[in-house]
């Protein structure tokens, strides 16, 4: 094996492990609400039933919970049905909800920069998962500009400066207080002018007034269109995983304010609430991106759902 081939197999091996332990406690959780439930080579309504809140308490949603229990109700186990057989079910099910949805963001758009608006509630790691995303962008040999458009906390602009630096990269910011349309617009120019391939653009994350952050975006969005009329490119919803169902609120509001066109979802690891990434990919169907298991600058990657089944269902 060539040394390149070596550090691609001892990456993935180590994006494997952390995908494992990000998840062991999601795991554990579903395997423990469905710990004791066997059935003869079918299952009984009462079993199903267990088996459907077990998946709701395990954070996988209402309506993955009913579309496992239904495809549970059709199987005829070829021998009693055990702990193990229900989980292969589990994951075949869960696999076939994620298929569509595993969508690694892409950079295509012609003319150059791709604008990827990142939009997300404070405390999300909206910030954190901007500089991910740009150094995945790097891996794959892309030029990566930032935009500081959330001015309305100094924070957020002096920590974004902070990682493009670490980066390398160039970043376009304004004033504490700024227009954010304003910034959106100087980087733009800039990174067309540069020859920039991916432009990633910070967002504020209030939503104490759904109207205002509307008009913000609103007018972001009629900046852009006046430079490009096809940007923005994307939209993506950062999620944090550690709030459960309460992600799924907030692709709902996000939905109606910005237009999201895709999902990241952060600090999988170590939350037993794993599974919402599965009820979020049943109920809206949008991309999912990518997803973070860690804190360091490369435990955010795009996954395998076949995979991602099986590790949630404990069976990997």
Do not use: C
């Amino acid at each position: 094996m060539s040394d390149e081939g070596a550090a691609t197999g001892a990456a993935t091996d180590a994006w494997s492990d952390r995908l494992f332990g990000g998840f062991r406690k999601t795991s554990e959780r579903l395997t423990g609400n469905l710990a004791g439930i066997v059935g003869k080579t079918r299952l009984d309504d009462a079993q199903l039933d267990d088996i459907e809140d077990a998946l709701i308490m395990s954070d996988l949603g209402p309506r993955a919970a009913a579309r496992i229990r239904e495809r549970l109700a059709e199987e005829r186990f070829e021998r009693d049905a055990d702990e193990r057989a229900i989980m292969e079910v589990v994951a075949r099910e869960i696999a076939e909800i994620l298929r569509p949805v595993a969508k690694p963001l892409d950079v295509v758009a012609f003319p150059r920069p791709q604008v990827i608006l990142v939009i997300g509630v404070n405390g999300s790691g909206k910030t954190t998962t901007i500089a991910k995303l740009a150094h995945l962008f790097q891996e794959q040999d892309y030029s990566v500009m930032l935009a500081a458009g959330d001015t309305f906390r100094a924070a957020a602009i002096g920590q974004l400066a902070v990682w493009a630096d670490r980066l390398g990269i160039p970043i376009v910011k304004g004033p504490e207080g700024g227009d954010p349309a304003s910034v959106v617009f100087d980087a733009v120019k800039a990174a067309t002018d540069q020859g920039i391939d991916a432009l990633i653009v910070d967002t504020a994350g209030r939503l104490q007034n759904k109207r205002e952050l509307m008009d913000e975006l609103a007018k972001i969005r009629r900046v852009l269109g006046r430079l490009n009329p096809e940007a923005p490119h994307d939209v993506v919803l950062v999620l944090d995983a550690t709030n459960g169902q309460n992600a799924l609120s907030q692709i709902e509001i996000f939905k109606e304010v910005a237009g999201v066109s895709g999902l990241i979802m952060t600090k999988l690891d170590g939350t037993a609430r794993g599974g919402v990434l599965v009820a979020a990919a049943e109920q809206y169907g949008l991309p999912i991106h990518a997803i973070g298991v860690g804190e360091k600058i490369d435990d955010l990657r795009p996954f395998n759902p076949d995979l991602l089944a099986r590790v949630i269902a404990g069976i990997a």
